[in-house]
């Protein structure tokens, strides 16, 4: 079984940055694509961004662009996010997410496998 651990949450003010972790262990072939996913409060949790295990293709979603980055490193087995400029309305638990699919889903139903999360709080 694929199993994920997210590191890297914390508190922090606004416009302050945090870059988040997320380590792989037993990873499937069959896993090809990888995503961070996040659940404000009260909210459906959604993607915010992903990225294809080759890194040909990387998503980021409309809310976050240009201040968050996701990455990879294949043979380390490893997912960044970095997020630069933060606001309140990111407050949530990100999670990451490994998929099947060769190209990125936003569906959270189309991952297989999910990290039990770590919180980001922005304060201001």
């Known amino acids: 079984q694929v199993r994920l651990v997210e590191s890297g949450g914390g508190v922090v003010q606004a416009g302050g940055s945090l870059k988040l972790t997320c380590t792989s262990s037993?990873?499937?072939?069959?896993?090809?694509?990888m995503a961070w996913f996040r659940q404000a409060p009260g909210k459906e949790r959604r993607i915010v961004a992903g990225?294809?295990?080759?890194?040909?293709?990387?998503y980021v979603a409309d809310s976050v662009e240009g201040r968050f980055t996701i990455s990879r490193d294949t043979a380390k087995n490893t997912l960044w996010l970095q997020m630069n400029s933060l606001k309140p309305e990111d407050t949530a638990v990100y999670y990451c997410a490994a998929s099947p699919a060769s190209v990125i889903v936003v569906v959270e139903n189309e991952y297989d496998y999910w990290g039990k999360g770590t919180q980001v709080t922005v304060s201001s």
């Open positions: 037993g990873r499937s072939l069959s896993q090809n694509s």
């Open positions: 990225v294809t295990w080759s890194g040909h293709v990387t």
